[in-house]
């Protein structure tokens, strides 16, 4: 265990994350039949093709009339766990359905449960990047280039809004965000937060300024290696997130646990960018003393 922990760190350090999780144990649910009878939810759901699928898979594939069904029995707890430890709004989320998020979230799923290594659905969700296209807002999985801080997060295949046609004008991320107990700052047992995930992404100032957005964001949160999401900002070279950063308040000045300060890794990197981006904010603040003391910071 000790072992995999150092190699989770080292991957982390070198921008080289790679899966360690998968949710493709749960078997895809059958496609609706055709039927010329009522599509109502307990006529969908009653069908014996279908009754054997559980809340998990229904979640998974966007099967939102058996989520319906399913949470319609009594005594039945939205927020249960899998074998896998993911919640049914782990699934919806990590597979972009949308429109179950938002039925399970009203239905009182909570988004801060921790899953496999600690991750919540906020993570999950924050975990992808944005892109614009035809005016629309589309996520993207993240690759290994442009990798989650910590490497554990999900990387199996799942439709995203472009391929699957579905409208992400709204993102999962705000509608997780928008829940009265969503806690923005939550961390995941590496101790990052969806601030760190969301500012380790390439091209995701979209979901990074949803995060800010909220109240109470800590913006130099760190994580078990001491490390803040503009170290995460800087390593994975996203000049955009790194200045909402600075702009935020994020401290330029702040070594993690090796000593290394965002500026030491945007440098080692080659993210041109971020070096100067963090040179002229350090000279804006102290001047040419507070550049150099970052440098030789200790």
């Given at each position: 265990m000790?072992?995999?922990?150092?190699?989770?760190?080292?991957?982390?350090?070198?921008?080289?994350?790679?899966?360690?999780?998968?949710?493709?144990?749960?078997?895809?649910?059958?496609?609706?039949?055709?039927?010329?009878?009522?599509?109502c939810?307990?006529?969908?759901?009653?069908?014996?093709?279908?009754?054997?699928?559980?809340?998990?898979?229904?979640?998974?594939?966007?099967?939102?009339?058996?989520?319906?069904?399913?949470?319609?029995?009594p005594?039945?707890?939205?927020?249960?766990?899998?074998?896998?430890?993911?919640?049914?709004?782990?699934?919806?989320?990590?597979?972009?359905?949308?429109?179950?998020?938002?039925?399970?979230?009203?239905?009182?799923?909570?988004?801060?449960?921790?899953?496999e290594?600690?991750?919540?659905?906020?993570?999950?969700?924050?975990?992808?990047?944005?892109?614009?296209?035809?005016?629309?807002?589309?996520?993207?999985?993240?690759?290994?280039d442009?990798?989650?801080?910590?490497?554990?997060?999900?990387?199996?295949e799942?439709?995203?809004?472009?391929?699957?046609?579905?409208?992400?004008?709204?993102?999962?991320?705000?509608?997780?965000?928008q829940?009265?107990?969503?806690?923005?700052?939550?961390q995941?047992?590496?101790?990052?937060?969806?601030?760190?995930?969301?500012?380790?992404?390439?091209?995701?100032?979209?979901?990074?300024?949803?995060?800010?957005?909220?109240?109470g964001?800590?913006?130099?949160?760190?994580?078990?290696?001491?490390?803040?999401?503009?170290?995460?900002?800087?390593?994975?070279?996203?000049?955009?997130?790194?200045?909402?950063?600075?702009?935020?308040?994020?401290?330029?000045?702040?070594?993690?646990?090796?000593?290394?300060?965002?500026?030491?890794?945007?440098?080692?990197?080659?993210?041109?960018?971020?070096?100067?981006?963090?040179?002229?904010?350090?000279?804006?603040?102290?001047?040419?003393?507070?550049?150099?003391?970052?440098?030789?910071?200790?």
């Amino acid at each position: 265990m000790d072992n995999d922990k150092t190699k989770l760190m080292n991957m982390h350090r070198n921008g080289t994350c790679s899966s360690w999780l998968g949710m493709n144990t749960v078997a895809p649910a059958p496609p609706q039949r055709k039927t010329s009878r009522s599509t109502c939810v307990a006529n969908a759901v009653e069908e014996p093709e279908n009754s054997h699928i559980s809340l998990f898979q229904a979640a998974r594939d966007g099967r939102l009339d058996i989520v319906k069904n399913k949470l319609a029995k009594p005594r039945r707890d939205v927020d249960k766990k899998d074998k896998e430890k993911s919640t049914a709004l782990h699934y919806a989320v990590r597979f972009n359905n949308i429109e179950v998020v938002k039925y399970l979230i009203k239905k009182g799923a909570n988004p801060n449960i921790p899953g496999e290594d600690g991750a919540t659905p906020i993570h999950y969700a924050a975990r992808y990047k944005s892109t614009q296209s035809t005016g629309d807002v589309h996520a993207e999985q993240a690759t290994i280039d442009n990798a989650e801080p910590t490497g554990h997060l999900l990387t199996v295949e799942s439709p995203d809004a472009l391929d699957s046609g579905k409208d992400s004008s709204e993102s999962i991320l705000s509608c997780l965000l928008q829940a009265s107990n969503a806690n923005v700052n939550c961390q995941d047992k590496y101790g990052s937060t969806p601030l760190h995930y969301a500012a380790a992404t390439k091209g995701n100032r979209k979901f990074v300024e949803e995060i800010i957005k909220c109240e109470g964001v800590d913006f130099n949160a760190q994580n078990k290696q001491k490390a803040t999401p503009l170290h995460d900002a800087c390593t994975h070279g996203n000049p955009d997130v790194a200045r909402i950063l600075i702009q935020e308040g994020a401290k330029l000045r702040a070594p993690d646990d090796k000593k290394m300060t965002p500026l030491h890794y945007a440098a080692r990197d080659k993210r041109l960018e971020c070096v100067k981006l963090v040179v002229e904010a350090a000279k804006e603040e102290g001047g040419d003393d507070l550049v150099k003391d970052i440098i030789v910071a200790v």
